[in-house]
C-alpha cells in the first residue's frame, strides 16, 4: 500500500533559526479563549477515551502550552516537549497513557521516525492522537493554502494515516478532517 504522504524536497526546508523565527510569530495565548476552542478539536475526543487521571505527553506544545493545561486541568499529568521551547529529550524516553500531537507532525523532516519514538512513549492500550490538515486530492493539493506555509514539509493523506496504523500495530479512529486517534493494543498475557 502508497502511504500518499506528500513531502517537500529538503532543498526547500527552512533552517532551524529560520523555522523558530516563524514559530515565534505565532500568538498562541494560554488564555486565548479561541485558541483554546482550536484545540478542543483535539482535546475533547482524546478527554472521552481517559481514565479519571491520566499521564500523556503534549509533542509540539510550543511556548504556551495551551493543550497541556487543558488536560491538567481535566486531572491528567503532563509532560512536555518541543524542539525549540521545551526540549528536555528524557520525556521521550518515558512511557505515557495518551500523547498528542497537535499541528505538529505537518513540521516534521523526518516524519516516520519520530511517529515511532512517539508509539513507543504510548503504553499498552493507550492513545496516540494527532491533530493536521490532510490533502485530499491533488486538484485540490494545488490551490491549497496549507501547503504555503514555510514551515510544513509534509502533509499526510488519510491512507498515510491507515498506512502508519497498519504498520505500527494499532487501531486507526478518524475523529475528524483533521483529528486521528491510534490505540495501541493491549500486552497479550502469556
Known amino acids: ?11 526547500y ?14 500568538e498562541n495565548d494560554l488564555s486565548d479563549a479561541g485558541y483554546r476552542r ?3 478539536r483535539i482535546f475533547n475526543p482524546v478527554q472521552r477515551l481517559l481514565p479519571g487521571s491520566a499521564s500523556g505527553l503534549d509533542f509540539g506544545c510550543g511556548p504556551a502550552p495551551a493543550l497541556a493545561d487543558m488536560f491538567s486541568s ?29 499541528e505538529v507532525v505537518e513540521h516534521l523532516q523526518q516524519p516516520k521516525d519520530t511517529l515511532i519514538q512517539l508509539w513507543q512513549c504510548v503504553r499498552p492500550g ?20 496549507y501547503k504555503n506555509d514555510p514551515t510544513h514539509v509534509v502533509f499526510f493523506h488519510l491512507v498515510t494515516f491507515m498506512w502508519l496504523a497498519a504498520h505500527l500495530n494499532g487501531r486507526l479512529t478518524v475523529w475528524s478532517d483533521d483529528v486521528v ?10
Open 74 to 102: 481535566a486531572g491528567h499529568s503532563m509532560a512536555l516537549y518541543d524542539k525549540f521551547y521545551a526540549d528536555d529529550k528524557s520525556v521521550l524516553e518515558a512511557s505515557y497513557d495518551f500523547v498528542t500531537a497537535s
Open 181 to 190: 486517534i491510534m490505540r495501541k493494543p493491549l500486552a497479550s498475557i502469556e
Open 13 to 26: 526546508w527552512l533552517s532551524s533559526s529560520q523555522e523558530r523565527v516563524e514559530y515565534d510569530l505565532h
Open 38 to 40: 482550536f484545540l478542543s
Open 126 to 145: 493507550g492513545y496516540l492522537a494527532i491533530m493536521t490538515k490532510r490533502w485530499i486530492s491533488q486538484e485540490r493539493f494545488a490551490n491549497w493554502h
Open 1 to 11: 500500500m502508497n502511504c500518499q504522504l506528500v513531502c517537500v524536497p529538503s532543498d
